[in-house]
Structures are given as C-alpha cells and as structure tokens.
C-alpha cells in the first residue's frame, strides 16, 4: 500500500525562513483506553491523526510535514476508517500539497520530547536551514483549526523566540495535599500550555540537545526546552476546543466539536 515518502535521498533546498512541521505520533495513548493507539482511533469517521493532518495541510504557510511514527508502526500502513486505500498522504486536503509535502518517519523515540527531537534532526538532514521555523503539533489535538495555526504563525513569524498557543487558565486552582485543597494559587498570570509550537530550527534544536544530555528531564513540551536556555516564548491566545485528547471521555466531546462545526 503506497505511504507517504519516507526516504532522505532528495534534500530540500533551504529557504529564507519558511516554516516546516513535525507532529509526534509515536505513542501508545495507554490513558485512553481501547485496543488501538489513540492517534489512530476513529473521531467523526477519521482517525485522531487525519483530523490533525488535514487542519496543517490547509496552512499554506507550511512548506512541508514529518509525521514521526513508531518503528515497524503497523497501524499506519493498515486499513483506517475514512482514510483512502493508498494512505494518510491521499487525505484530501493532503493530497492537493505539492508531491512529498508529507513524510512519514519512523523516528519516534521512547518519549515525546526525543521523538521531536529525531524528527528536527532529520529535518535538518532534509536540508532545511537553521534559521527556518518549525511547528511542532501533537497528532492527539485534532480540533485546532486551519485559522488558530495561522494566528500562532503571524503572531510569531517577528518575534525573536517563537511561541506556542496557550490559554490563560479559566477555573480557580487549587494546590493539592494528599486529596486535599491546601491552597487556592493566584491564576492571573497561570497559562494552559497548547500546540502547535513554533521555533527557529536551530535553537530549538540546540535547546533539546541540551535537554537530551539530560534524558529529557522535565521537559514536557518544546517550550520548556526553551525556557530552560533562558527563552521566554510568546503566549499566543489559543482556544479551549484545541485540547488533547487524553481521556476516555476526550473522543466523545472532539467528536461533539467536530460534527458542530459541520452542522
């Protein structure tokens, strides 16, 4: 069954600043429950990941895509509901990119963070230059919508760091001890971390080989290897339906969203 290309043979050639996208979609989703990976469990007649995919291929803006898939991932190359008999590549929106816009890898790591980093570091063996963007999206946030991703790239296309998408925090929080409220913590400067993220390639990638050296301690997304170098990313406000699918209950709520929108 035809895939996506997965081969380095033909490098790109680097542009002034253009903006490639990774999307991590190595893991196994073990918090959602059910036989099959949560990237690949079907929410309003696609898989989590096609609705992800479809949303990016619609951002012109976005030159090309590594989705970094587990070695030997068996699911990719199997039969998905509402998905074409040649494959993700042949979704419609990711059909109409230009021949080898999307490229399926098999450079998912142990965690996340060091699945986005093989995936930067093929992008930099593809030929992209240092000083161009990259977006980093998780494949489970299948509600992000085309207009979200362009608002995070014009927010941060002339910023000198880069950003992510964020939501400032809506409920009171709590700090909690042993099941207990201890204290009520101060939520006006307290922001809900999103994706996409998006960083020069260069110093995103220094930032996460810093981070390796450590075994990826603590870092939970590209931001925070950033911050830990001393970065301060632009919060660019995001939206609450851009949420990760992590729960059972999470599919039936992005389903609710998703026929919504088409209603």
Known sequence: ?????????????????????????????????????????????????????????????????????????????????????DGLGSLPAVRARAAGW?????????????????????????????????????????????EQIDGLIEACRTDPVGGLLALKLPDTLKQGVHNRASATVPREDKWLAQTPQMFRLGELLYAMEAARRTDFAHITDEASAMEIQGQMPLLVPGSADNF????????????????????
């Open 1 to 85: 069954m035809p895939q996506p290309s997965a081969s380095h043979a033909t490098p790109l050639h680097a542009h002034s600043e253009r903006i490639w996208a990774v999307v991590p979609c190595g893991g196994s989703g073990s918090r959602a429950g059910g036989m099959v990976p949560k990237q690949y469990r079907a929410v309003a007649g696609l898989p989590v990941v096609a609705h992800t995919l479809q949303a990016l291929a619609q951002v012109p803006a976005i030159a090309g895509l590594i989705l970094a898939v587990a070695p030997g991932d068996e699911w990719l190359t199997g039969p998905l509901e509402g998905v074409p008999a």
């Open 102 to 146: 999307l490229h399926a890898l098999p450079v998912a790591g142990a965690t996340r963070a060091h699945t986005v980093y093989n995936a930067l570091q093929a992008w930099r063996g593809l030929g992209v230059g240092e000083r161009d963007w990259v977006l980093v999206h998780d494949a489970a946030r299948c509600l992000a919508t085309p």
């Open 244 to 263: 990760k699918l992590t729960y059972p209950a999470d599919f039936a709520l992005a389903q609710a969203v998703i026929w919504s929108r088409s209603a």
